[in-house]
């Protein structure tokens, strides 16, 4: 849902997985799974209401209702279970949209030149995520200047 607002809405995504998805091997093993949003506008950076996650949710079971969600309280939710990624697709890279993202999500915030490296970039970022050397990930790439390019913010 864009909200007219200079941003898409990355983060009603982070509030699903948070609040409304059953991970098995979370609940079961502990183990997180993976979350990525793409796109080419800046990070999130205000409140959904209270009355808007109803509408987009629906209503909530039991007693309580919805509160008003920071786009940090909704990351910090699906963080719980979910390592969380954002591919920035840099059509016009602006050093503010990459700040933005760097300042939401530190190394999870990975910039990409050319969609037609999405896959590499995705399956390289789970990768290192389960623990691969990223200078080893990269180095044996097909597309090792895209990966040096999409994880900057990882390599300083």
């Known amino acids: 849902m864009a909200r007219g607002n200079g941003s898409e809405s990355y983060d009603l995504a982070w509030y699903f997985a948070g609040h409304r998805t059953y991970l098995e091997s979370f609940e079961k093993q502990e183990r997180k799974g993976f979350l990525f949003t793409f796109g080419d506008e800046p990070a999130p950076f205000q409140t959904v209401s209270a009355m808007d996650l109803e509408t987009i949710f629906g209503p909530v079971n039991g007693t309580g ?4 969600a920071t786009p940090e309280a909704s990351l910090r939710a699906a963080q719980q279970k979910y390592n969380v990624f954002h591919i920035c697709i ?22 990409l030149r050319d969609v037609q490296f999405l896959t590499p970039v995705v399956l390289a970022t789970m990768a290192i995520a389960n623990g691969a050397n990223i200078q080893t990930v ?3 790439s097909t597309c090792p200047n895209e990966l040096q390019y999409a994880f900057a913010n990882a390599l300083g």
């Open 65 to 68: 209702g919805y509160e008003p």
């Open 138 to 140: 990269i180095a044996e």
């Open 90 to 111: 840099e059509r016009n890279p602006a050093r503010s949209l990459r700040n933005s993202w760097t300042k939401m999500l530190g190394n999870n915030a990975i910039f």
